[in-house]
């Protein structure tokens, strides 16, 4: 047994032990592209064992029949220290794409708990495979890859490349921190709070959502081949067929060491080939994968036939990933079921660089998650002013409140949001029905929230003392008469904003002058309903 992976029973590689690829839980997408080239297994790493930074393979085809040469290159390389994928990290990778498509969500990214991932693997709960999963997802988020197709026959040449990356971000437990967590949340492991969250590049996850370039991948199979990387190389070649339909194949046995196996073209002879790919053949043999091979020294060529229960089902097409602004709808939707008024969410969502998307998505993810568990929440707690306040943190700071990624944040530290209820609810889209013609109250107002800019955030400041939300309409001696959006604008300020709007109005005023601001809005009847904000010094 190799170090840090989990033994496979001795009869383990019986028919009756390994499940049928026909289970759906077993099968996940993986690329139909990438099959041309050697242990693509989602783009290398079976076998290799030593820290590199670049590999590149060739494949040269010619047709049959014609003057038409293909050649297909090509390249992956890194500037990781970590170097690129190796050993077992293609099966992180297919695992990984297997908890993203059995979410049945139409999203690029994923979040899990470790013990879960461990256990899609099949191997053993420590921390040296833990370790594994993060030196796995690190090193395909380093890695970077580049393919060129060079057509060429006597009329033309034709040459297209393209560089892309699998891994576009990952958010990555601490692990003593976690221990710390548990420690103290003993059922923090079972309510899901501790994880780990992936993010695919969006066009290598349309890929894979199109029927043309979806292949499937049986989990269980490669669980089974898990301690020879050789014969899950061979498998994936030989999966290739079966997702055309086909059951037997030929092959000639240079071009699938070389070509297909990664195997060095120092094994320059056939004879030699064989002997290195064999028992790989054997292995399969005995999974009951192949019903049977033969190899033919005299051509060089391998044949067999791959055991129909292993066919995997049709891989129909998925509708691709939403836009950005499709996104945005669907948050406000899940936002508003948590609670959140439609307006406060919508406006936070409308200025959100489309890069923060996705994080907004895991916040109500992680909500919605608690929610579900209701760990220590009253049945009156407010979710949606919760997952209000953490939108309006990531929109300020760029990034989610860390508390909420790795499951420190107990109830009592920040379960309780400051929005009172109705306070998200402002018509931003709705202007004040009212204009300022007094320009010494708009100079004043002007002076005022150019001193509140520097204590309040852009977010804050444009929400509620904006143009949409609060409008100067008159200084009648020291009252500065400011009309407020909806009463909401007006509760809000003077229950959370009162002093530093006391301070603001103070510098902007002068030490000798005292200012009074008068809210108004429109149910207000008449002056004497006004509710004033005394700001004296």
């Given at each position: 047994m190799r170090k840090g992976k989990q033994p496979i029973p001795k009869d383990a590689n019986?028919?009756?032990?390994?499940?049928?690829?026909?289970?759906?839980?077993?099968?996940?997408?993986?690329?139909?592209?990438?099959g041309l080239f050697p242990s693509a297994l989602l783009?290398?790493?079976?076998?290799?064992?030593?820290?590199?930074?670049?590999?590149?393979?060739?494949?040269?085809e010619k047709q049959v029949g014609g003057d038409e040469v293909i050649e297909r290159r090509f390249e992956m390389f890194t500037k990781s220290e970590m170097g690129l994928p190796r050993g077992r990290d293609p099966h992180v990778l297919v695992s990984l794409?297997?908890?993203?498509?059995?979410?049945?969500?139409?999203?690029?990214?994923?979040w899990f708990r470790k013990s879960e991932l461990l256990n899609l693997l099949g191997w053993t709960d420590n921390a040296e495979n833990r370790a594994d999963i993060d030196g796995a997802i690190s090193r395909y988020f380093d890695t970077a890859y580049r393919g060129m197709s060079l057509q060429t026959d006597s009329k033309r040449v034709r040459e297209r490349e393209r560089v892309r990356r699998l891994l576009i971000g990952y958010d990555k437990v601490d692990e003593r921190k976690v221990r710390h967590a548990a420690d103290k949340t003993p059922d923090a492991e079972e309510s899901g709070r501790l994880f780990t969250r992936v993010i695919f590049d969006p066009d290598f996850i349309n890929d894979l959502r199109s029927e043309e370039l979806s292949l499937s991948t049986d989990i269980n199979v490669l669980r089974v081949l898990n301690v020879s990387n050789l014969a899950s190389r061979l498998y994936e070649v030989l999966n290739y067929f079966t997702n055309e339909g086909k059951l037997d194949f030929k092959l000639e046995i240079k071009q699938l060491a070389h070509e297909r196996l990664g195997i060095s073209r120092?094994?320059?002879?056939?004879?030699?080939c064989w002997q290195k790919i064999a028992h790989s053949f054997e292995k399969l043999q005995k999974a009951d994968y192949l019903t049977s091979y033969d190899y033919d020294g005299k051509t060089g060529f391998i044949s067999g036939q791959?055991?129909?229960?292993?066919?995997?089902?049709?891989?129909?097409?998925?509708?691709?990933?939403?836009?950005?602004?499709?996104?945005?709808?669907?948050?406000?939707?899940?936002?508003?079921?948590?609670?959140?008024?439609?307006?406060?969410?919508?406006?936070?969502?409308?200025?959100?660089?489309?890069?923060?998307?996705?994080?907004?998505?895991?916040?109500?993810?992680?909500?919605?998650?608690?929610?579900?568990?209701?760990?220590?929440?009253?049945?009156?707690?407010?979710?949606?002013?919760?997952?209000?306040?953490?939108?309006?943190?990531?929109?300020?700071?760029?990034?989610?409140?860390?508390?909420?990624?790795?499951?420190?944040?107990?109830?009592?530290?920040?379960?309780?949001?400051t929005v009172a209820p109705g306070a998200g609810d402002v018509p931003l889209s709705k202007p004040p029905k009212v204009v300022c013609v007094d320009e010494r109250a708009a100079a004043l107002w002007s002076r005022i929230t150019a001193k509140l800019a520097k204590h309040?955030?852009?977010?804050?400041?444009?929400?509620?003392?904006?143009?949409?939300?609060?409008?100067p309409v008159?200084?009648?001696?020291?009252?500065?008469?400011v009309y407020a959006a909806n009463p909401v604008v007006k509760d809000w300020v003077n229950s959370n904003?009162?002093?530093?709007?006391?301070?603001?109005?103070?510098e902007a005023a002068g030490k000798k002058i005292r200012v009074e601001i008068v809210w108004r809005t429109d149910t207000d009847e008449d002056e004497g309903e006004q509710l004033t904000l005394n700001l004296a010094r």
């Amino acid at each position: 047994m190799r170090k840090g992976k989990q033994p496979i029973p001795k009869d383990a590689n019986k028919s009756g032990d390994i499940p049928l690829v026909l289970q759906p839980q077993s099968i996940t997408r993986t690329h139909r592209a990438f099959g041309l080239f050697p242990s693509a297994l989602l783009l290398s790493g079976y076998g290799e064992s030593e820290v590199e930074k670049n590999r590149s393979f060739t494949i040269t085809e010619k047709q049959v029949g014609g003057d038409e040469v293909i050649e297909r290159r090509f390249e992956m390389f890194t500037k990781s220290e970590m170097g690129l994928p190796r050993g077992r990290d293609p099966h992180v990778l297919v695992s990984l794409l297997k908890l993203l498509f059995s979410k049945n969500e139409v999203t690029n990214s994923v979040w899990f708990r470790k013990s879960e991932l461990l256990n899609l693997l099949g191997w053993t709960d420590n921390a040296e495979n833990r370790a594994d999963i993060d030196g796995a997802i690190s090193r395909y988020f380093d890695t970077a890859y580049r393919g060129m197709s060079l057509q060429t026959d006597s009329k033309r040449v034709r040459e297209r490349e393209r560089v892309r990356r699998l891994l576009i971000g990952y958010d990555k437990v601490d692990e003593r921190k976690v221990r710390h967590a548990a420690d103290k949340t003993p059922d923090a492991e079972e309510s899901g709070r501790l994880f780990t969250r992936v993010i695919f590049d969006p066009d290598f996850i349309n890929d894979l959502r199109s029927e043309e370039l979806s292949l499937s991948t049986d989990i269980n199979v490669l669980r089974v081949l898990n301690v020879s990387n050789l014969a899950s190389r061979l498998y994936e070649v030989l999966n290739y067929f079966t997702n055309e339909g086909k059951l037997d194949f030929k092959l000639e046995i240079k071009q699938l060491a070389h070509e297909r196996l990664g195997i060095s073209r120092k094994i320059a002879a056939p004879s030699q080939c064989w002997q290195k790919i064999a028992h790989s053949f054997e292995k399969l043999q005995k999974a009951d994968y192949l019903t049977s091979y033969d190899y033919d020294g005299k051509t060089g060529f391998i044949s067999g036939q791959i055991n129909r229960k292993f066919v995997p089902p049709h891989q129909a097409a998925l509708p691709p990933l939403p836009t950005n602004d499709e996104r945005r709808t669907h948050l406000k939707k899940r936002f508003t079921m948590l609670g959140t008024y439609p307006n406060a969410a919508s406006s936070v969502l409308k200025k959100l660089p489309d890069e923060l998307l996705g994080e907004a998505e895991l916040i109500a993810d992680r909500i919605e998650q608690i929610k579900i568990d209701n760990i220590g929440k009253g049945k009156d707690f407010k979710w949606g002013g919760w997952a209000y306040n953490e939108l309006v943190n990531l929109h300020e700071n760029g990034y989610i409140n860390p508390n909420l990624l790795d499951g420190t944040q107990t109830p009592t530290e920040t379960s309780e949001p400051t929005v009172a209820p109705g306070a998200g609810d402002v018509p931003l889209s709705k202007p004040p029905k009212v204009v300022c013609v007094d320009e010494r109250a708009a100079a004043l107002w002007s002076r005022i929230t150019a001193k509140l800019a520097k204590h309040l955030s852009p977010h804050v400041l444009t929400t509620w003392f904006g143009e949409d939300a609060a409008t100067p309409v008159k200084l009648v001696g020291q009252n500065l008469v400011v009309y407020a959006a909806n009463p909401v604008v007006k509760d809000w300020v003077n229950s959370n904003y009162a002093d530093i709007l006391r301070e603001a109005v103070n510098e902007a005023a002068g030490k000798k002058i005292r200012v009074e601001i008068v809210w108004r809005t429109d149910t207000d009847e008449d002056e004497g309903e006004q509710l004033t904000l005394n700001l004296a010094r």
